[in-house]
């Protein structure tokens, strides 16, 4: 089959031993992002099979109506980038293996990371160094401090394990059915919503991005934290009220922010005055983005092509598009 993979910025994904799986068909892979539909309908103009990058193009149902060779998108993960309603109408299968029994091992280090660069500081010390000054402030030890996961599922429990081997506190809140499946797993829920920020030293936020949980994070949550603890986002920049992260900087004093995900990907805006702010430690949405995890996600996004082209299909997400010959 004709396979077209989108997005792969560093040419990563053929130096992977899953590239293997492709070895049957005729793989073209793209190595920059375009946004122009006119330049992807050209581009993909003969594709059978669409792999998807996570989440960096949408695919549209402007963009599926100029692609009539197009059987298959496959990718791995959730799918709020992808109009699946129009995939249906254009008979166009989605398989997507949402994976409901593996963490993302890489999406957990990196909350992790941002939090001990947060709490030593990492970033700005490097750049004091550089600049002759010798250190430029006093950090934090993580050891007795309290670590509040928001959401309770598989990459925030794989976080509390960080957090405990360092010493931490940690005390979670969810939405109504997660506090229960937390209580039930007897892990200590904070009393109250209001308690859960305000006694955080690191509040870190692992729920999907959906219209139910876009804006969950609120400005007077943010605000409620102490200005010495830190918000860390690895998760998905929506899931916080708009405004809020402003709020967090402008207020006396400024609080803390470790952030990987950003409201548009690729952010380029270099003057921004969140990834600039010294208390705002920024990196460009590479929680996901290892050897390990890439290898990982790709053997499901390629076996799903491979169990297609065999008239098998997996992990099927709008199933009626489907009628075995």
């Known amino acids: 089959m004709k396979v077209h993979i989108l997005d792969d910025w560093f040419d990563t994904l053929r130096t992977l031993s899953s590239y293997a799986l492709l070895k049957n068909h005729d793989v073209t892979v793209w190595n920059d992002h375009e946004?122009?539909?006119?330049?992807?309908?050209?581009?993909?103009?003969?594709?059978?099979?669409?792999?998807?990058?996570?989440?960096?193009?949408?695919?549209?149902?402007?963009?599926?109506?100029?692609?009539?060779?197009?059987?298959?998108?496959?990718?791995?993960?959730?799918?709020?980038h992808v109009d699946v309603d129009a995939c249906t109408d254009a008979k166009v299968l989605l398989c997507s293996n949402m994976h409901s029994d593996t963490p993302s091992i890489a999406a957990a280090e990196m909350t992790f990371a941002l939090i001990l660069a947060s709490a030593r500081q990492i970033p700005q010390q490097m750049s004091s160094l550089k600049e002759g000054r010798w250190q430029m402030g006093v950090g934090q030890t993580l050891a007795d401090r309290t670590l509040g996961?928001?959401?309770?599922?598989?990459?925030?429990?794989q976080v509390a394990t960080y957090a405990e081997a360092f010493g931490m506190k940690v005390h979670w809140w969810a939405s109504d059915a997660g506090r229960l499946r937390?209580?039930?797993?007897?892990?200590?829920?904070?009393?109250?919503?209001?308690?859960?920020?305000?006694?955080?030293?690191?509040?870190?936020?692992?729920?999907?991005?959906?219209?139910?949980?876009?804006?969950?994070?609120?400005t007077e949550d943010l605000l409620a934290m102490k200005s010495s603890a830190t918000f860390v986002n690895t998760s998905r920049a929506g899931i916080v009220e708009a405004g809020a992260l402003e709020a967090v900087i402008n207020r006396q004093p400024p609080g803390r922010l470790a952030l990987d995900v950003f409201d548009k990907e690729p952010f380029r805006q270099v003057d921004d005055p969140?990834?600039?702010?010294?208390?705002?430690?920024?990196?460009?949405?590479?929680?996901?983005?290892t050897e390990d995890e890439l290898n990982m996600q790709f053997t499901d996004i390629y076996e799903q092509i491979n169990a297609y082209a065999a008239g098998k299909p997996i992990h099927m997400i709008n199933k009626n598009v489907w009628s075995p010959e």
């Open 182 to 218: 937390a209580a039930d797993d007897g892990v200590k829920v904070a009393r109250s919503r209001e308690y859960f920020f305000q006694e955080s030293d690191f509040v870190s936020v692992h729920v999907r991005l959906k219209p139910e949980t876009r804006g969950v994070i609120k």
């Open 274 to 289: 969140i990834i600039n702010h010294p208390n705002v430690i920024s990196t460009p949405h590479i929680g996901y983005v």
């Open 149 to 157: 996961l928001y959401g309770y599922g598989r990459i925030a429990k």
């Open 35 to 80: 946004e122009d539909v006119d330049t992807l309908a050209t581009r993909l103009a003969d594709a059978q099979v669409l792999v998807l990058f996570r989440e960096r193009t949408p695919v549209t149902a402007q963009l599926l109506q100029r692609l009539p060779n197009l059987q298959l998108i496959s990718q791995r993960s959730v799918y709020p």
